[in-house]
């Protein structure tokens, strides 16, 4: 009889792990163009605890507070030329996805003037994202941030599932619809 109870909840606990799998091979395949630099991980990955600066001044953060939610988290720098030329596309994903369900998390690495990010979205007519910072790299040294422009996605309890080194095009119809897909299964 244990035999039988212990093979039940062997098969369960496979099938659990096959749909998981599967779940992440739906999203692989949905990758296309700048999207195949998405490397989505066998298993979800902690994510850094360290504090972050809200824009504006508006007092500390962590990406904790973002639970509940997908979060699209992008290490940038204004220094940075390919982090400039993907930042429309973010702001474009935003306005198409963002809400209760998803955000386009933006978090200014190291030294980046307040005033000259702030000049930056006004020149490119950014409106949506918001100006967070990480001015001494906490975050970006926790989750093993090197060299930018880094994008993560954070799932709803809070875990890196996968990560795009470089630059891309977050608005492309290959994005758009692994967002699609997240939202629909998540």
Known sequence: ??????????????????????????????????????????????????????????????????QGKWVLLNFWATWCAPCRKEMPTLSALQAEFGGESFEVLTLATGRNNPAGIQKFFDKIRVSNLHRHQDPKSAVARDMAVLGLPITVIIDPDGREIARLRGDADWHSDS???????MLAGG
């Open 1 to 66: 009889m244990r035999f039988f109870r212990l093979l039940t909840l062997y098969l369960a606990l496979m099938a659990g792990a096959n749909a998981a799998l599967a779940s992440d091979t739906s999203l692989e395949a949905l990758r296309d163009g700048d999207m195949k630099k998405l490397v989505f991980h066998g298993e979800p990955q902690a994510v850094s605890e360290a504090e972050f600066t809200l824009a504006d001044g508006a007092g500390m953060a962590t990406l904790a507070d973002y």
């Open 175 to 181: 994005a758009r619809a692994i967002v699609a897909a």
